[in-house]
């Protein structure tokens, strides 16, 4: 009906203005062309953005010249020492009649110094309680303390730190559920003969930012996602394998041959956070569990124990600060100088004001082997996996002095027997 209108209208309007009828028939066309640019507006914007980028070039080179000063001051800054040329100490690890360990391992970049302290702990207590000498993985360890962690993450809705670190007794709490196995059966490196695991934690990290973000609580699908991160880098963990002629299962070589019976050991600390003479939480982000199972000591008992323990041939994994003006790689040594604090002023209260002020932290842990008196004072071989162990003339290791223990080492993990002296105060709990 509308096409009829449309044509009826058309017919009146050509009666009507009879030149219509011409313009009816032709049509408009278009074209494509070049757009304009104005010579003088194009001229202006070239001068202005070679102005900007003058001016962008000059910014550039202030913050290069800057940059490069401030690199050069934070790199080649000071770092406050004491001067080791008059001190008395150990002439090197010989000197100690230190029990069985293997030599020691490098870390490298990870933060799994928990591991490599307590698994040589082990593996010294594996040979004192068996004879045998097993160099254990470190890494099987360190894949299913992630698994763990990861869902711990997952149970606390992220409120749980997420890191490389741990404690000692994770090694223990790890073995009990997985087993353990020898490292040539799981050395945990993929291309690679150096531990590196910045680009797995960050994967991983990320990972659990995007769960926390989105709430994708589900940890079955976490720890599968997490697993790959882990197979990707370390490998995937045998669930078999070859030890002298026979095929063993993690689990059965950890109850069959390795000897350790973890309710066997013991967790110690000293600090005033917690009453003595009974089990608290040491409390620290590593300890992300959180266990609450280590005895909390008076300072010189605490010290009582580390020496006498390591006179009797004991070996213990011990943790605490590293970060003191006097420890250092360079001179295999760590002790506490006057100009910190004189060696009559350290007690329990000197050390608590440390831990809580932060002073001291729980930054690393180490292979404490064995005690040796050396000019008056008692010194202790530790056996080390961080890189400034690797700085000095005896590689892997350190000479602890007392006072350096006493101030600034935090906790240790040791068998029972090394403190069955105790047995009566721990039980009745004074």
């Not at 729980?362 to 530790?382: C, Q, S, T, Y």
Request: negative net charge; aromatic residues 12%.
């Amino acid at each position: 009906m509308r096409r009829f209108v449309c044509a009826a209208v058309l017919a009146a309007m050509v009666a009507a203005f009879p030149a219509f009828e011409a313009l009816a028939g032709e049509r408009d066309r278009v074209r494509y062309e070049k757009p304009y640019r104005d010579p003088v507006l194009k001229e202006m914007k070239a001068e202005m953005d070679s102005l900007a980028a003058l001016r962008g070039a000059v910014t550039d080179s202030i913050d290069a010249y800057w940059s490069e000063i401030e690199t050069e001051k934070r790199e080649n800054r000071p770092v406050i020492r004491f001067d080791f040329s008059e001190l008395k100490k150990p002439a090197s690890p010989d000197v100690f009649d230190a029990p069985f360990h293997f030599p020691p391992v490098a870390q490298y970049y990870t933060s799994t110094c928990w591991c490599f302290s307590a698994t040589s702990f082990l593996e010294s207590e594996i040979h004192r309680l068996t004879g045998r000498e097993v160099k254990l993985s470190e890494m099987h360890t360190v894949y299913w303390e992630t698994v763990e962690k990861v869902r711990g993450w997952i149970e606390k809705r992220g409120h749980q730190p997420f890191a490389g670190g741990a404690e000692s007794d994770g090694v223990l709490i790890i073995w009990e559920t997985y087993g353990c196995m020898p490292h040539a059966a799981y050395p945990g490196l993929v291309g690679t003969d150096r531990h590196n695991h910045s680009e797995m934690n960050a994967e991983i990290r990320d990972y659990l930012d995007m769960i926390r973000d989105k709430g994708h609580w589900d940890e079955e699908t976490a720890v599968a996602h997490v697993r790959t991160i882990l197979d990707r880098h370390l490998g995937a963990p045998p669930e078999s394998f070859e030890w002298e002629g026979e095929s063993w299962t993690p689990a059965r070589f950890f109850h069959e041959v390795t000897g350790i019976v973890p309710g066997d050991y013991v967790g110690v600390m000293s600090t005033l956070s917690a009453p003595f003479w009974r089990q608290a939480r040491f409390d620290v982000p590593d300890n992300w569990r959180p266990t609450d199972t280590y005895w909390n000591l008076p300072l010189d008992e605490f010290m009582n124990v580390i020496k006498g323990a390591a006179r009797k041939g004991y070996t213990m994994s011990i943790g605490g600060d590293v970060s003191e003006p006097g420890y250092y790689g360079f001179e295999d040594a760590a002790i506490v100088p006057s100009f910190d604090i004189p060696g009559d002023y350290i007690d329990q209260d000197s050390r608590e004001f440390r831990i809580r002020s932060g002073v001291t932290g729980d930054d690393h842990g180490v292979h404490l082997l064995a005690w040796k008196r050396v000019g008056g004072r008692d010194w202790f071989l530790i056996k080390d996996s961080a890189r400034s162990s690797r700085h000095g003339e005896f590689e892997g290791y350190y000479f602890y002095r007392d006072d350096y223990i006493k101030l600034k080492m935090l906790t240790i993990m040791v068998h029972k027997d090394a403190i069955a002296h105790l047995a009566a105060k721990l039980e009745s709990g004074d």
